[in-house]
């Protein structure tokens, strides 16, 4: 019985970090996805991460100028400007792509359509 209340729980929690669309709800304001992109919008920085695909979102959300980000194998591209979701760009679910959007901050806030 307690299994099962159990599997409810971390049912209902999941269940809410993730919108209709696939987007899941991180900290500080980050949202992401997996096998996508953001073709339309340029690279002002390129970090190699290693092997902790997390760390594409914490980078782009210390840096003042990183609005959205996207993640190729191991290779984060910080991106800025003005992005909404419907920019995205999805691929088959066998890709190495995942990418991400980071809402934050009084600059931040400025440029996104709410």
Not at 1 to 14: D, Q
Not at 73 to 99: A, E, M, Q, T, W
């Amino acid at each position: 019985m307690i299994n099962l209340i159990l599997v409810i729980i971390i049912s209902l929690v999941k269940m809410s970090q993730e919108n209709e669309n696939g987007w899941i709800t991180g900290k500080n304001g980050r949202e992401s996805n997996s096998n996508c992109d953001f073709p339309q919008t340029p690279v002002f920085g390129e970090i190699d991460i290693g092997k902790d695909p997390a760390q594409c979102g914490s980078e782009c959300s210390r840096n003042l100028n990183c609005t959205h980000w996207e993640l190729t194998g191991f290779i984060c591209r910080l991106k800025s400007g003005y992005i909404h979701k419907d920019y995205v760009k999805f691929y088959p679910s066998n890709s190495n792509k995942k990418c991400g959007i980071v809402r934050y901050g009084i600059i931040k806030a400025l440029i996104y359509n709410y």
